[in-house]
Structures are given as C-alpha cells and as structure tokens.
C-alpha cells in the first residue's frame, strides 16, 4: 500500500471532495465520524473529555468530534487553543455548531492554561498534515503541560507537533500521544522508531478518500499488508519436485555459535527450499546433522571457522552467508574469495556484514544486482555509517542501495526495504518478542529459501519479511512477548504461510 506525503494527503482530500461533490465539511464529519467510532470502542462515556483543538482542520475535526461525542453522553470540554481570528472556515462553521452545553474556553496565553482531573481523556486536535513550522508559542506550552500530565491522550491524525513526513525541526514541540488514529492512511512517520513516543499505538480509520486519486499518485514509499504480499506466494504444481525449488547454500555457523546455523536451516527449509546444503566448521557437524536433519551438512576443514567454499559451487542458485560466523582472519579470506569467485544471489547478514563493512576492498568485489543485506541498526551503521535520524537513515540506505545496485533489508519494528529503484516499503508485521537472538538468523534462512525458489530479490525480501514478522504475531498467542524465542518464530512459519495463502 502507498504512504502519502502531506502535500498528498491535501490533494487527496480535494480531489475527493470534487469527485464526490461534497462540501469540504461534509468530509470533515466523515473522518471525525470514523475517529469517534473508533474513541467511543476504546473509552465509556463515564469518561471526561477534553478535546485541545488548534486553528485548522485538524481543530475544526476536534469540534466535529466534541460535538459527536456530546450526543453520545460524554462529558465534553472544549479548549480552543490560540488565535481563532485565523482559523479554516470550516473550523469557523463547526465552531457555530458546537452545541452551547459543551463548554468552551480559549487558551490564548500561558495564563489560560487549565488543570485537568485525574482521569480525564484528551483528545489531541490541534495540529494534524497541515502543520507547517515547528510549534512553539502559546501551542507549545499547550503540549508541553499534556505532555506532563498522566491523563490519556489521543490524537487526531498526526501526534500535533510531529511533521507527517520529514524531520521534526529539534525547537518544536510535539505530543506524546497514547493512541494516534490516522484518517485513511497511516503517515510515514507512524514506522520510526525515533517517532516511539510520540505516535503511541496507532490505527487507521477510513473516511472514503479517493482509490482512484490514491492508485494514481506517484510514490516510492509503501508499507507492506498481507494483501500486497498475498499475490507473491506461487502455487505449487502437482507434478514438481524439488529440483523445481531450488537448492540453497547457507554458509553459517562457528564454534559455539553454530545454533545460528540450525536456525537459519530450519528458517530456510519451512520457507520451502528444494535442497537445501549447509557449510559450517566441523565442530557443528553433528549437531547440524541431528537438529536438521532434512539439511545436507558439508564440514569444514576448520573446526571452529568457515576457512574454505564448498568444491562444486555451481549447483546452488543462491546463498545465505553471515549468521554466527565471527570474524576471524580465516572467515574473511573466504568471505573474500566468495565474493571474487560467486556470481551467485547472495543473501549477506551479520558477521558476513562486519567483515564486508570493515574492508573497503571487500566493497569494492560487491558485484551489481545480485545482493540482499539483512542488517540490524548496528550492522546498518557499520555497512553504511551513521545517520543524524531516521529520515537520513532511509536516504543513505537508498544510496546505498542504488550504488550497489542491491537490497537492504533493515531490521527492526516496520523493518524497512529499501530497493535498487529507489522505494522503501515498510513492513507491517512482528512485534517486541522478536527482540531476542537468533531471530534474524531466522530471517536469513527464510529469504534465501525464497531467492533458492526463483522469486525475484525483492518478492524474497518482501515476503520474508512478512512472513517472519507474521510467525512471530501467531506466536504471540501460544508464548508471549516475554518468552518467545527465535525457535519459535520458526515454528510458526507454516501457520503464518497457510494464513498468507488464505488471503485473497
Ligand atoms: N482538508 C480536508 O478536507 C480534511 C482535513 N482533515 C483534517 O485536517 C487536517 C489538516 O488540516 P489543515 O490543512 O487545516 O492543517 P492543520 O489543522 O494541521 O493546521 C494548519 C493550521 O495551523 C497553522 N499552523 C501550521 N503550523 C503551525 C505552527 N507550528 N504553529 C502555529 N500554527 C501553525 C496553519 O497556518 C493552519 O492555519 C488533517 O490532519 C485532518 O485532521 C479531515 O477533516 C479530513 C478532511
Ligand atoms: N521490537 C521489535 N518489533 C518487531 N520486530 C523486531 C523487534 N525487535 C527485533 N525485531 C525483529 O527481529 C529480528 C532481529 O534480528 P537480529 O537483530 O539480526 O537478531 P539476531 O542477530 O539475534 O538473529 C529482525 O527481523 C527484527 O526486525
Ligand atoms: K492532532
């Protein structure tokens, strides 16, 4: 699905309103209609309210929805905040039809400010997609009071104070919401991790903006549903065998670290590799051959470390190269010679990402169109160097992506996937329980078992991601956050297949 900017957003709304003829108010009740629904599910109307509502549209929503939630039985206040002189018309039109049982009072200075009860919910409106300079002032000191306040806040569209798209000028401040409830899309700002605190728990609501406006806009920022990968997954067909499914290589796994092997293994076969060979230090022999069995296991001459390629490499159709490996001088020649001899897909993690980041020889072997990189933040930052925020982090990925020509898969919440081409697609599975070793060793598997299929790297990346983000969401109901490990994101990799294959 597409992310919009806000310049988008506001096209959107427009061109919504003419395609349908509505009045602009008229849009303004839908989405504060679909954001009180969404209020009225999560909060008893025993509850106080107290809707902040700024000068714009995001303000003329907060009366909509004050008034909305008076006829519901709630007890609502309203607190104009700043200059109502400058507000939106259509702000103004609601502001006449705020019934006079709802009390309103303005804040317009510091000395305004009111105390709130204990348990009273706020609702957030005072600025949404229209903000367009960082918030001090009057506004600020506004924020800055909910902000110290216990009480419950939920904002309206965007956490006000919180640009949609871009990076937050450090001056300006912006609410701590609870629960951000975005009208129709969420906003790319919803999937930074830097944004945490702000943003809350976040949900969408849809106001029936326009399909046809939304296919139409050019974008390269997506986040990824189930619906958007649903279509990737290939059948398979009655007469094929695994020859048909490729034969992946994982070259993973050192002296006590071969758990690292077995995970990405298992990761790999439940993906659905035809064949599947994996090359680890002797040591792990066994201990591959026991817990994989399904796996074939070539030992290394080292006991310890990769030091050396398989003999016939040219029967795998890809490779998975990183997880558990440390980086000892052995390992780095044969990372080295891997990457001057191979002109296989390669699917790059952990120490295979160190030791290409620490040598600007190995970088300059990277060959063009063939490379997946599964890095974590850290890993990122050693790959591709560090960023000022998250905004930054996304444009050196690109540049990165663009000048090797390859993938990069950068793991965390909403893990993002940033393509030769320039896009960034945002995934939409996984939770905190994935926060646990050995999950992106998983991941590893999971991909190059795509790439071993013959899905392109992006299809791979895409629905790898998904589908170990989803694994780990059916986990959550047998083990929890708290407990889950990364074996168990591999054990509900088939389930979360079977869910994937339900979707239409
Ligand atoms: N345009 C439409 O038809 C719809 C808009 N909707 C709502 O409208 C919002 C966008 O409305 P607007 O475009 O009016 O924008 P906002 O309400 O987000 O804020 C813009 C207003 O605040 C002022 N402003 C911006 N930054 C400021 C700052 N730092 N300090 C002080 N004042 C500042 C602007 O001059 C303008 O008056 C959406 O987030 C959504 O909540 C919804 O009602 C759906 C329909
Ligand atoms: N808080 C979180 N929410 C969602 N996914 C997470 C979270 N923390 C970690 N993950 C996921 O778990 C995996 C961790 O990978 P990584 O850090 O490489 O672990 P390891 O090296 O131990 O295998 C990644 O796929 C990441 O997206
Ligand atoms: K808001």
Same mark, same amino acid.
């Given at each position: 699905?597409k992310?919009l900017?806000?310049? @988008?957003?506001r096209?959107?709304?427009?061109? =919504?309103?003419?395609?349908?003829?509505?009045?602009?108010?008229?849009l303004?009740?839908?989405?504060?209609?679909a954001?009180?629904g969404?209020?009225?599910?999560?909060?008893?109307?025993?509850?106080?309210?107290?809707v902040?509502?700024?000068?714009?549209?995001n303000?003329?929503?907060?009366?909509v929805?004050?008034? %909305?939630?008076?006829?519901?039985?709630?007890k609502?206040q309203?607190?104009?905040?700043?200059?109502?002189?400058k507000?939106?018309?259509?702000f103004?039109?609601?502001?006449?039809?705020?019934?006079?049982?709802v009390p @309103?009072?303005h804040?317009?200075?510091?000395?305004?400010?009111?105390r709130?009860?204990?348990?009273?919910?706020? +609702?957030?409106?005072?600025?949404?997609?229209?903000l367009?300079r960082?918030?001090?002032?009057v506004?600020?000191?506004?924020?800055?009071?909910?902000n110290?306040?216990d009480?419950?806040?939920?904002?309206i569209?965007?956490?006000s104070g919180?640009?949609?798209?871009?990076?937050?000028?450090a001056e300006?401040? +912006? !609410?701590k919401?609870?629960?951000?409830?975005?009208?129709?899309?969420?906003?790319?700002a919803f999937?930074?991790?830097?944004h945490?605190?702000?943003?809350?728990?976040w949900?969408?609501?849809?106001?029936g903006?326009?399909?046809?406006? *939304?296919?139409?806009?050019?974008?390269?920022?997506?986040?990824?549903?189930?619906?958007d990968?649903?279509?990737?997954l290939?059948?398979r067909?009655?007469?094929?065998h695994?020859? !048909?499914?490729g034969?992946?290589?994982?070259?993973?796994?050192?002296f006590g670290?071969?758990?690292a092997?077995?995970?990405?293994?298992?990761?790999?076969l439940r993906?659905?590799?035809?064949?599947? =060979?994996?090359?680890a230090?002797?040591?792990?022999y066994?201990?591959?051959?026991t817990?994989?069995p399904?796996?074939?296991?070539?030992?290394?001459?080292?006991?310890?470390?990769?030091?050396? %390629?398989p003999?016939?490499?040219?029967?795998?159709?890809?490779?998975?190269?990183?997880p558990g490996?440390?980086?000892?001088?052995v390992t780095?020649s044969?990372?080295?010679? %891997?990457l001057?001899?191979?002109?296989?897909?390669?699917?790059?993690?952990?120490?295979?990402?160190?030791?290409?980041s620490?040598?600007?020889k190995?970088?300059?072997?990277?060959?063009?169109? @063939?490379? !997946?990189?599964t890095?974590?933040?850290?890993e990122?930052?050693?790959? *591709?160097g560090k960023?000022n925020?998250?905004y930054?982090?996304l444009?050196?990925? %690109?540049?990165?992506?663009?000048?090797?020509?390859?993938y990069?898969?950068?793991?965390?919440?909403?893990?993002?996937l940033? =393509?030769?081409?320039?896009? *960034?697609y945002?995934?939409?599975?996984?939770?905190p329980g994935?926060?646990?070793?050995g999950?992106?060793?998983?991941?590893?598997?999971i991909?190059?078992?795509f790439?071993?299929?013959?899905? =392109?790297?992006k299809e791979?990346?895409?629905?790898?991601?998904?589908?170990?983000?989803?694994?780990?969401?059916?986990?959550?109901?047998?083990?929890?956050?708290v407990?889950?490990t990364a074996?168990?994101?591999?054990?509900?990799?088939?389930?979360?297949?079977?869910?994937?294959?339900q979707v239409?």
């Open positions: 699905m992310l900017t806000a310049a @988008q957003t096209e959107a709304d427009a061109f =919504t309103i003419q395609e349908e003829g509505i009045s602009s108010t008229e303004m009740e839908r989405a504060a209609k954001f009180a969404w209020f009225e599910n999560k909060f008893p109307p025993s509850e106080e309210v107290f902040f509502c700024g000068p714009g549209n303000g003329g929503d907060g009366l929805v004050a008034r %909305l939630l008076h006829q519901r039985h709630y609502v309203v607190l104009v905040v700043g200059d109502t002189q507000a939106s018309a259509d103004k039109v609601n502001l006449e039809q705020l019934p006079k049982e @309103q009072n804040i317009k200075s510091e000395a305004d400010l009111v709130l009860p204990e348990k009273a919910c706020v +609702i957030d409106a005072l600025f949404g997609t229209g367009n960082p918030v001090t002032g506004y600020a000191k506004v924020i800055e009071q909910l110290q306040y009480n419950t806040i939920t904002s569209d965007m956490p919180l640009y949609t798209d871009s990076q937050t000028p300006g401040a +912006i !609410i919401a609870d629960y951000t409830i975005s009208f129709q899309l969420p906003k790319q999937f930074l991790s830097q945490e605190v702000y943003v809350g728990e949900h969408v609501v849809p106001i903006l326009s399909e046809q406006f *939304i296919s139409q806009t050019q974008t390269n920022l997506f986040f990824t549903t189930a619906k990968v649903a279509h990737l290939k059948p067909k009655k007469f094929s695994k020859g !048909i499914y034969h992946a290589l994982l070259l993973c796994g050192g670290k071969i758990g092997a077995v995970l990405a293994a298992r990761g790999c993906a659905g590799v035809g064949l599947l =060979t994996v090359q230090p002797s040591a792990g066994t201990v591959l051959q817990a994989v399904e796996a074939m296991t070539l030992a290394d001459k080292h006991r310890k470390h990769l030091s050396e %390629l003999q016939e490499m040219d029967k795998f159709n890809v490779i998975g190269v990183g490996l440390g980086t000892e001088r780095k044969t990372i080295g010679q %891997l001057a001899t191979s002109s296989h897909p390669l699917v790059i993690d952990a120490d295979a990402i160190n030791i290409i620490s040598s600007e190995l970088k300059a072997q990277l060959k063009r169109n @063939q490379l !997946i990189f890095p974590h933040p850290k990122f930052e050693r790959l *591709i960023s925020n998250d930054d982090r444009k050196d990925m %690109l540049e990165f992506c663009q000048e090797y020509d390859c990069v898969v950068l793991k965390g919440n909403n893990t993002a940033g =393509t030769p081409d320039g896009e *960034i945002f995934n939409t599975t996984g939770n994935m926060a646990t070793g999950t992106g060793d998983v991941l590893t598997g991909i190059t078992g790439v071993a299929q013959n899905y =392109t790297l791979a990346c895409l629905l790898g991601v998904y589908l170990h983000g989803l694994a780990a969401d059916l986990a959550l109901n047998t083990v929890g956050e407990s889950m074996s168990d994101v591999v054990d509900h990799l088939p389930q979360a297949i079977l869910q994937l294959q239409t």
